[in-house]
């Protein structure tokens, strides 16, 4: 805020002494640092997470395929089969 003459008015909203601004400030870079720390282990969790992830996805693909070689497997059994059944 300015007076008229373009002077800068301060206008105290309340005063706080040197040591509880330095604890303000103190109890500020703790958080901060617990905040990094959380997010490193977050970050640490969520690549190994994405690693499972992928690990998982490889596994049902191979299962998918493992299941589609065993369906065509048992549709030869059964075709076969069926040729044989007429001569029996």
Do not use: F, Y
């Not at 040197?18 to 720390?37: G, R, T, Y």
């Not at 977050?42 to 190994?48: C, H, W």
């Amino acid at each position: 805020m300015t007076d008229g003459s373009g002077q800068i008015i301060v206008t105290p909203m309340n005063k706080v002494s040197e040591k509880e601004l330095l604890a303000s400030v103190e109890k500020l870079e703790i958080k901060i640092s617990q905040l990094i720390q959380e997010k490193e282990k977050l970050s640490s969790e969520n690549q190994t997470l994405s690693k499972k992830n992928e690990e998982l996805i490889q596994a049902v693909q191979s299962l998918e395929s493992l299941k589609d070689q065993a369906r065509v497997k048992a549709e030869n059994v059964l075709r076969r089969l069926d040729e044989i059944e007429p001569l029996a």
